[in-house]
C-alpha cells in the first residue's frame, strides 16, 4: 500500500521549520599574561644606554649596543621600552632628576642667595665639564621629539629652582628686585650657550676648567646685580 504524498507546499513548510544544524566553533585560545616587567633588567638597559651616550652620543646609541651592554636581547628592551626614543627619555629623565636634587640640596641654607647661586652654576659647570660626551648628547646634541620635549620639561624646573633662590635673595634685601623668571631664564640660557664651546666634540676653546667655571661664575655675579645693589648702597651711605 503506498503512502499519500503530501502536496508541495506542506513539505516546503516542513523544510523551513526544520531547525537549522548547530555549528560548532573552535574554542579560542587562552591568551597568556604578559611576563611582569623585571625591574632589575629595567634599570640595566638605562644604565647601559647612559654608559653608550658616555662614550658616542647618539650616533652610536643604537638598540644592538644597549643591548649588548645591558647583557640582554634586543626583543627584550622592546618588552620594557616601546621604542629608543622612550629608553632615552628615562636616561634623560634620570640625569635630570640629579641636577634637580643638586640645586636644591648643593648649597648651604645659611649662605646667602648669591652664594648659593654661585655653588649651584660651578657645581653644574663642573658637572658637565667632567663627562663632557654625556652632557653634549643630553643637552646639545639633536634627538628624538620625545627626548628633545623632556629636555623643555627639565629647563623649565631648572629656571623655577633658579628663580626662587633669586627671590629669596630679593626678599631678604640682597638682590635687585627685578623680575626673578626672566632672570632664571636668562642665565640658564647663557649658562647653556657658553658650554658649547667648552662641551663640543669638536673641540672649541682651550680655556681650563676652572677659567670656565670662574668666567661664568663672575657673568651670573653681574647678572643677577650683586655688584650693582652693593655700589648703589655704597653711594647711599656715603651720602
Known amino acids: 500500500m503506498t503512502r499519500p504524498r503530501r502536496p508541495k507546499a506542506a513539505r516546503a513548510r516542513t523544510s523551513r521549520t526544520r531547525p537549522a544544524p548547530v555549528r560548532r566553533t573552535a574554542t579560542p585560545p587562552r591568551r597568556s599574561s604578559p611576563p611582569p616587567i623585571d625591574e632589575g633588567t629595567r634599570d640595566r638597559l638605562v644604565r647601559a644606554a647612559r654608559e653608550v651616550l658616555e662614550r658616542g652620543g647618539y650616533a652610536t646609541a643604537s638598540v644592538l649596543a644597549i643591548a649588548e651592554r645591558a647583557g640582554v636581547s634586543a626583543g627584550a628592551m622592546y618588552r620594557h621600552f616601546p ?8 636616561v634623560f629623565r634620570a640625569a635630570a632628576d640629579g641636577e634637580l636634587a643638586a640645586l636644591r640640596t648643593a648649597p648651604a641654607p645659611d649662605e646667602s642667595a648669591a652664594a648659593r647661586l654661585e655653588a649651584v652654576v660651578a657645581a653644574y659647570a663642573r658637572r658637565a665639564l667632567h663627562n663632557p660626551r654625556l652632557a653634549w648628547a643630553l643637552v646639545y646634541e639633536p634627538v628624538d621629539p620625545l627626548v628633545d620635549a623632556e629636555r623643555l ?87
Request: contains cysteine.
Open 83 to 90: 621604542s629608543k626614543a622612550e629608553l632615552f627619555v628615562e
Open 153 to 239: 620639561v627639565y629647563r623649565r624646573s631648572y629656571c623655577r629652582g633658579m628663580a626662587a633662590l633669586l627671590r629669596e635673595g630679593i626678599a631678604a634685601g640682597e638682590l635687585p628686585d627685578d623680575d626673578p623668571e626672566v632672570t632664571a631664564a636668562a642665565l640658564v640660557g647663557a649658562i647653556a650657550e657658553a658650554l658649547v664651546g667648552p662641551l663640543s666634540p669638536l673641540g672649541g676653546t682651550t680655556a681650563s676648567e676652572d677659567d670656565i667655571v670662574a668666567g661664568l661664575v663672575r657673568f651670573c655675579r653681574r647678572a643677577i646685580g650683586v655688584g650693582t645693589l652693593r655700589a648703589v648702597r655704597t653711594r647711599t651711605l656715603r651720602r
